[in-house]
């Protein structure tokens, strides 16, 4: 099983302010078979990117995935009020599909 | 526009089975193009994957929970359902159907709004 852990538990920015969310994976990911989701309160959560780097339809282009192996990151340029929210990483692929405990971006 | 909708019982008691179903809009269940999917969230915590379902009833599961889970598919009424066995009070979450990419095996693109079941007596 890959665990994956997600760094900072929360970041405080203001908005117009670049977020870097960090998921650190226990072991390679193959393929680079790594998501990003945002969730807000009471709502399920939103796929972002899929692949590391690839944005999902429809999501603005302010989010952006890197990464490969074991250290992947989701940069917000410019924060929204929107964008306030939590955010989880996936694992996923050929073994056992594993999310991160996610990252809260709150408003500073 | 694709809509998954859970529906089942919000209370269930500890030993006893949860059973859930996800109504599935706007799109054929049946079509090879996709996986459907069952995640939980307990309260406060992170997202858990339970387990997958392909049209032909082709199913996989969370080692973790495969002791006790079963998916199943009904394409005639669009619908997939979960039911977790022996529950207790760590099985408490948001459970949350989904819709999975068969040429992006995992993720999860379209979500229903999820349901809370509890576990009580």
């Known amino acids: ?108 | 526009q694709m809509q998954l909708q859970e529906s089942g019982p919000g209370l269930v008691k500890p030993s006893e089975t949860l059973s859930l179903t996800c109504t599935v809009s706007g799109g054929s269940i049946s079509s090879s193009s996709y996986y459907w999917g069952w995640i939980r969230q307990p309260p406060g915590k992170g997202l858990e994957w339970i387990g997958s379902i392909y049209y032909s009833g082709d199913t996989y599961y969370n080692p973790s929970l495969e002791s006790r889970v079963t998916i199943s598919v009904d394409t005639s009424k669009n619908q997939f359902s979960l039911k977790l066995r022996s529950v207790t009070a760590a099985d408490m979450a948001v459970y949350y159907c989904a819709r999975q990419p068969f040429s992006i095996t995992g993720i999860n693109d379209y979500w229903g709004q999820g349901t809370l079941v509890t576990v009580s007596s």
């Not at chain 1, 992947?72 to 599909?97: K, M, N």
């Open chain 1, 1 to 108: 099983e890959i665990v994956l852990t997600q760094s900072p538990g929360t970041l405080s920015l203001s908005p117009g302010e670049r977020a870097t969310l960090s998921c650190r994976a226990s072991q390679s990911v193959d393929s680079n078979y790594l998501a990003w989701y945002q969730q807000k309160p009471g709502q399920a959560p939103r796929l972002l990117i899929y692949g590391a780097s690839s944005r999902a339809t429809g999501i603005p282009d302010r989010f952006s995935g890197s990464g490969s192996g074991t250290d992947f990151t989701l940069t917000i340029s410019r924060l929204e009020p929107e964008d306030f929210a939590v955010y989880h990483c996936q694992h996923y692929g050929r073994s056992l599909w594993t999310f991160g405990q996610g990252t809260k971006v709150e408003i500073k």
